[in-house]
Each structure stands twice: as structure tokens, then as C-alpha cells.
Nanobody
Framework: QVQVVESGGGLVQPGGSLRLSCAAS????????MGWYRQAPGKQRELVARITSNGSTNYGDSVKGRFTISRDNAKNTVYLQMNSLKAEDTAVYYC?????????WGQGTQVTVSS
């Protein structure tokens, strides 16, 4: 089963930027889709962005125009570029890989947007 590991979280001021990385243990072309989800305290986990094996992307309404998901097939890594960050973006961000054999979650990385 594919494994994924996130990195890149941290503390950033409102209006700032961060880039998260998700490294997969398998070649990206063998993974149907990879996505970023987030969960804030007391809230349900929600989709942030998703990218399929053919490059199609979709985003949660709250991040459209601010976040961009991309991938580097050579590095088996998916990225989430987050710009114009807001306090409400504060959450634990999780990477998810969907394969024919099921799905795998990463351990999560904390993103805190605060002045």
C-alpha cells in the first residue's frame, strides 16, 4: 500500500504563503488521485485540493484562487502552494493518496496563520 509523508507546515502571518509537500512511496502515475485535506479544531475534515493521474484538479470553494496543487512525477511528490493565507486556513493539513487498492493518509502537518 502506498505511503505518503507531508512536510512544509508552520507558522505564517496573514497574507503570507507556504508550500506543503507530499512525498509518495509509489510512482504518481500508479496513483489514481492525490489530495490535500484539512481539519481545524472542532470541525470536520474538508477537501482543500485534489489532482488526478491525468492532471485534472479541483479545489474547495474557500481556497479557490489562492491555493494551487501541482505534482512532480520525477520526485513522486505533490505540492500545495498556499497564498494569501487567512486565519481561517489554520488547520492540520493531510495528504491522501487514492489507489485501486484503497487509500492512504499521511500523518498531517500543522499550518497556523496568525500575527
Amino acid at each position: 500500500q502506498v505511503q505518503v509523508v507531508e512536510s512544509g507546515g508552520g507558522l505564517v502571518q496573514p497574507g503570507g504563503s507556504l508550500r506543503l509537500s507530499c512525498a509518495a512511496s509509489a510512482r504518481l502515475f500508479s496513483i489514481n488521485a492525490m489530495g490535500w485535506y484539512r481539519q481545524a479544531p472542532g470541525k470536520q475534515r474538508e477537501l482543500v485540493a485534489r489532482i488526478t493521474s491525468n492532471g485534472s484538479t479541483n479545489y474547495g470553494d474557500s481556497v479557490k484562487g489562492r491555493f494551487t496543487i501541482s505534482r512532480d512525477n520525477a520526485k513522486n511528490t505533490v505540492y500545495l502552494q498556499m497564498n494569501s493565507l487567512k486565519a481561517e486556513d489554520t488547520a492540520v493539513y493531510y495528504c491522501y493518496a487514492h489507489t485501486a487498492g484503497g487509500g492512504s493518509w499521511g500523518q498531517g502537518t500543522q499550518v497556523t496563520v496568525s500575527s
